[in-house]
């Protein structure tokens, strides 16, 4: 297998992995999605709310909110030896909220929820949750937990995660250079250059087709497929957890699980044994 790295930033990684199948790709993308943990608001304890909103609606978004994520210092409820269900320091981050629109109305952002730990806390201040009116208050405690995305997408630490095949783009002989297609693609992947046709900034291309259909030869001069065992793997993190910080661990995830999975088939063939 190889690896390109495309593009990188604090929030998006686009990769270019080449020697690799579908279900190969497939299981990176699914692992990323439904297994590696972040951390999210998962129990609330309202103790005030006088505003207009109902407390599960707040619940509900406060839930949503995306909370920076320390891998290393948290356990996932499930594996913490405290065994309890309130949870302990290893595997609970406690948040407090306390606003009242003393002078007239103001509205609430996750920028006032106060962690306990100053390095769990919302990826951005400015998301906001509510608004009150003059002299309505919010008072509530929310504790936030690890959990894996296939129980609630508010443990998802992506918005988005997909991959593409590699395209591949030929053009033959008998092209004209008579601009049809550079005018027809939408992704302004073909150029020209003097009186030939050339591809530019070629992963934008979606495999359209669109040029293919535009050529007025027959059959066309243009043809697109994509690249055998070729992908572009793009990832947007929610800021929880740094891109590549997700695919170590969804790289983790999977050799446990390839682990997991001989160590099963070992013991069922001794059990045959
Ligand atoms: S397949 Fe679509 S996106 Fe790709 S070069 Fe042709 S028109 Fe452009
Ligand atoms: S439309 Fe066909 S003939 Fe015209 S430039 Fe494109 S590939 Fe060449
Ligand atoms: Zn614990």
């Known amino acids: 297998m190889e690896i390109k790295v495309l593009e990188k930033d604090d929030m998006n990684m686009r990769l270019l992995i080449q020697g690799v199948d579908v279900p190969f790709m497939n299981a990176l993308r699914r692992l990323v999605i439904s297994e590696v943990p972040c951390m999210a608001i998962d129990e609330i304890v309202i103790i005030e709310n006088s505003s207009i909103l109902q407390d599960e609606i707040i619940s509900h978004r406060l839930g949503l909110i995306p909370l920076k994520t320390d891998l290393e210092s948290y356990n996932l409820p499930e594996d913490c030896p405290c065994k309890s269900e309130f949870g302990c320091n290893l595997c609970r981050v ?3 909220l306390d606003t009242e ?9 996750s920028g006032d929820l106060v962690s306990e730990n100053p390095s769990i806390i919302p990826v951005s201040d400015k998301i906001p949750i509510l608004k009150l009116a003059k002299e309505q208050r919010v008072k509530l405690e929310a504790y936030a937990r690890l959990g894996k995305g296939k129980h609630h997408a508010k443990w998802q630490p992506v918005s ?7 395209p591949k783009i030929e053009i033959n002989k008998r092209c004209d250079a008579c601009g049809k297609c550079i005018e027809r693609c939408p992704k302004k992947v073909l150029i020209k250059a003097g009186n030939k046709i050339e591809t530019h900034e070629m992963i934008s291309c979606t495999l359209c087709q ?3 259909e ?6 066309p001069a243009i043809a697109v497929s994509s690249e055998e065992n070729a992908f572009i793997f793009n990832l947007e993190s929610t800021c929880a957890l740094p891109p590549e910080r997700i695919m170590q661990e969804a790289v983790r995830i999977l050799d446990k699980q390839l682990k997991e999975l001989e160590s099963q088939i070992k013991v069922k063939k001794s059990e045959k044994d």
């Open 210 to 212: 669109d040029c293919v």
């Open 160 to 166: 988005m995660c997909t991959y593409k095949y590699y």
């Open 101 to 109: 629109a003393k002078g007239g109305p103001r509205t609430i952002y």
């Open 214 to 219: 535009a050529c007025p030869q027959t059959p």
């Open 94 to 96: 406690t948040f407090a």
